[in-house]
């Protein structure tokens, strides 16, 4: 295969093809671009790993990749100070897959001997295709090269290229029992960002957060609760381009515990089993606080239920863990072995949370100067925090009536969250 001089300031692609030799695409073509004074350098040669289809002997080559906006046809047209010739290969599903198999799909070559060659094919949207110009001369010598006819589109964006498929390492609650969500890196200039999506109430999925390259690979869904239920994410990578990547099609969904009282001060736990990884064994845990749990069984992985038949007197603590996944390449992973369910306790079990977050209500919202919070429990703090989760209000209210002045908060979205009974309980205030 030839190698090629980097002598234009365009995107350079360079990876390596099962010939083991060196692919080196230094030019991106565009329909209606004109390229001239593209030149072949003397000294430089071809060498094998390429079908070159009608050419015989190609001493010299300049290749350019593209990508079809279009279904369609077209016509290419070299001309130059030499003899040319000129192929194109495609189609091919990616630019990587054209960095892994040899160019061996020809779709049209002319070889003549005139300064000007031209070749003609059928392109399909969103396939990629590569062109090739070669010489059999040994001299300097310079081309130019465009698309003289044809309804198809070729345009490849330089600032595009494919990326990594999606995907999300894990999703576990913090100590506020905000969802945090982790999602693998990716090492690549192309890549700009990441969107991620959380399922609503209708079995669809919005878009929570963008998350730009350069920030740590993790987001905490501040909007979130873990001990009142499930969530499930799914994420897509951005590219240069701002074009979204496909969807990821693995969804991962977190575990939620709850308990309730069963015989004598028995404890009964079910739980909704974590979907995204692959496990085989889940832990339960039984402590006196969140900081000091123990291990004291563990359950196969098709198992929801488990019944804590002498818990220790006094106030219990539970959770169910499953171990971290180990391919993880997310650059915010917190070293925790184990990823976690939210936390129940053995007081207030008997306690509908439904019943109690349905009855927390917000008013006015959007609100400008105050709001007046009205709950069925006093609660025994309430914290406003931004959507960066910076604190920005701590109140402890006296009764289940409590107005809240806002007067100095700047217009925006906020967290507002209750404590009861031991619980974190959140809503959304709008501030106008």
């Known amino acids: 295969m030839k190698r090629l001089l980097l002598i234009f300031s365009l995107i350079i692609l360079i990876c390596e093809l099962k010939s083991q030799v060196q692919c080196t695409y230094s030019l991106t073509f565009c ?5 001239n004074d593209t030149t072949f350098i003397a000294g430089t040669s071809s060498g094998s790993g390429i079908s070159y289809g009608c050419i015989s002997s190609a001493y010299r080559s300049r290749f350019l990749i593209s990508q079809a906006q279009n279904s369609g046809s077209v016509t290419i ?12 290969w495609g189609p091919f599903e990616s630019t990587n897959e054209l960095c892994t198999m040899p160019l061996n799909n020809i779709l049209a070559c002319s070889s003549s001997p005139s300064l000007t060659d031209s070749i003609s094919f059928n392109i399909t949207k969103g396939k990629y295709y590569v062109l090739g110009v070669t010489t059999n001369s040994l001299a300097t010598s310079s081309f130019t090269i ?20 999606s995907s999300i390492c894990y999703v576990s609650p913090d100590t506020s029992m905000h969802q945090v969500v982790y999602f693998n890196s990716v ?8 969107i991620l999506y959380r399922q609503n109430m209708s ?14 690979d993790k987001f905490v869904d501040i909007i979130t609760n873990a001990n009142q239920q499930s969530y499930q994410y799914k994420i897509a990578y951005i590219d240069s381009c701002d074009n979204r990547q496909k969807i990821s099609n693995i969804e991962h969904r977190s575990i939620y515990l709850q308990s309730s009282l069963g015989t004598g001060n028995q404890v009964n736990l079910s739980w909704t089993t974590y979907a995204g990884i692959a496990y ?6 039984r402590g006196t606080s969140l900081a000091n749990m123990q291990l004291i069984n563990t359950a196969s992985n098709n198992t929801s239920a488990y019944t804590d038949l002498n818990p220790p007197p006094g106030l219990n603590y539970y959770r169910i863990g499953i171990p971290t996944p180990t391919n993880c390449t997310s650059s915010a992973l917190p070293g925790d072995t184990l990823v976690m369910s939210n936390y129940r306790t053995n007081q207030y079990v008997g306690i509908n949370e439904l019943e109690v977050q349905n009855s927390i209500i ?58 009861i009974n031991n619980k974190g309980y959140f809503k959304k205030l709008v501030i106008q």
Do not use: M, R
């Open 203 to 216: 079995s669809t999925y919005d878009s929570v957060a963008y998350i730009p390259s350069g920030q740590p």
């Open 146 to 165: 465009g698309q003289t006819s044809g309804n198809g589109i070729l345009c490849y964006n330089a600032c595009s290229k494919s990326l990594p498929s």
């Open 31 to 35: 329909t209606g671009n004109t390229y």
């Open 187 to 194: 090492n690549s200039s192309f890549y700009k960002g990441a």
């Open 77 to 88: 047209k070299a001309t130059g100070s030499t003899n040319l010739d000129i192929i194109s």
């Open 362 to 419: 917000l008013s006015p919202n959007p609100a400008k100067d105050i709001f007046k919070i009205n709950s069925i429990f006093i609660p025994t703090l309430i914290t406003i925090t931004d959507i960066t989760g910076k604190c920005v209000l701590k109140v402890i209210p006296t009764s289940k009536e409590f107005i809240i002045p806002i007067e100095n908060l700047s217009a925006g979205v906020y967290v507002v969250n209750l404590s």
């Open 280 to 285: 085989s064994t889940q832990y339960i845990f």
